[in-house]
C-alpha cells in the first residue's frame, strides 16, 4: 500500500480499475494498493511493489505523479487452508471465539462475519448457515 498526501478536494470518490484502487481519506491522503506477494510473515516493502503502485497509480490519476508519497507499508493477509473463514466458537476451548481467515476479504465480508459471529455467541438465529464456517474439525489438532 502506498499513502499520497494530496489537497482535501483531490478525489470525489473511490476509483477501482485493473484490479487496483485509490481511495480518497478525508483528510485528502489518497491510499493506493494493493499488491500480493506470497513471502509467509515477512511485512517488508519492496521497491517492486513500490513501483509497481506508483505506475498504477499515475495511471488512474496522472496528477499524483506530482503527489508526495508520505507511506508505504505492506501487511499480512491470512487465510484458511480451505480460504472459508473460521467463524465461530473453538470446540476444544469454551469461550474462544474466532472470525479469521478472510485472505484479501476481509474488509469486504467484516460487515456479515461480526454479525454472523454476533448471532452466534447471543444465541441469536444466524444470518447464514454457521456450519461451513465453523471451527469445529476444520482447525486439526491444538
Known amino acids: 500500500m502506498i499513502l499520497y498526501k494530496c489537497a482535501e478536494d483531490f478525489l470525489p ?43 498504477s497509480a499515475e495511471e488512474l490519476l496522472p496528477a499524483l505523479a506530482e503527489a508526495e508519497v ?3 507499508w505492506a501487511g499480512l493477509r491470512p487465510g484458511s487452508p480451505d480460504g472459508i473463514p473460521f467463524i465461530g466458537e473453538v470446540p476444544q476451548y469454551p469461550g474462544l471465539w474466532l472470525n479469521c481467515g478472510h485472505y484479501r476479504n476481509g474488509l469486504v465480508l467484516a460487515p456479515a462475519s461480526c454479525e454472523l459471529l454476533k448471532n452466534l455467541m447471543l444465541g441469536e438465529t444466524p444470518i447464514v448457515d454457521p456450519t461451513p464456517y465453523s471451527p469445529a474439525g476444520r482447525l486439526g489438532t491444538l
Do not use: W
Open 13 to 55: 470518490a473511490m476509483v477501482l480499475a485493473k484490479g487496483r484502487y485509490a481511495i480518497p481519506r478525508k483528510d485528502g491522503h489518497i491510499l493506493v494498493g494493493s499488491t500480493l506477494e506470497h513471502v509467509g510473515f515477512d511485512k517488508t516493502p519492496t521497491e517492486e511493489a513500490l513501483a509497481s503502485l506508483k505506475a
Open 70 to 72: 508520505i507511506g508505504h
